[in-house]
Structure formats: C-alpha cells, structure tokens
C-alpha cells in the first residue's frame, strides 16, 4: 500500500488573540410579557407551591432554595423570571 503524500496547507496554528473583554452588565430590566395563559399560571402555582419561585428581599436577592423571582407585570398579574439554578 502506497504512503499518502502531504497536502500543502498550514502546519501550524494561527496564534491566539488575546481574550475579549466582557460587557459591562447593568441592572436586570423586567421584560414585556404578552397575556397569560393557563400554562403559566399552572407553572408559577407550582414553583410557589415547591418553594422554587418568591419576591426578592429588599436588599433585592433571592430567598434560600428560591430559583425564580415573582414580579408584576403592566397588568398586575404575576410573572416568574429565572435568576438562579440549583443543582439537586
């Protein structure tokens, strides 16, 4: 069997840049949420009822074992939005 010949090409690897630097990250904005269907309100029901979804404390952090936060939206119905995982 005959040895396969080299294609021409690179032999080394272009040298790295240096890392990008990270956007500067501002307060969370709450976002526009559309009607609520029946979905949801069966999913925020049970994060609440799992002890998964709370108000944030006035120093604006999350309750232990909390993952989602409770906010109102512009119609006054509550909303969940994920601020944390947690591993089991």
Do not use: N, W
């Not at 990008?20 to 969370?28: E, I, S, T």
């Not at 526009?32 to 009822?49: M, N, Q, R």
């Amino acid at each position: 069997m005959p040895k396969r010949q080299k294609k021409p090409g690179r032999t080394k690897s272009a040298p790295k840049s240096a890392p990008a630097a990270r956007p500067k990250v501002g307060p969370v904005a709450t976002p526009k949420f559309g009607p609520k269907t029946a979905d949801e309100d069966a999913f925020i029901k049970s994060l609440v009822t799992h002890g998964q979804a709370a108000k944030a404390l006035p120093d604006g952090s999350l309750p232990p074992g909390a993952t989602h936060e409770l906010v109102e939206d512009e119609h006054g119905e509550l909303r969940v939005i994920r601020r944390r995982y947690s591993v089991i």
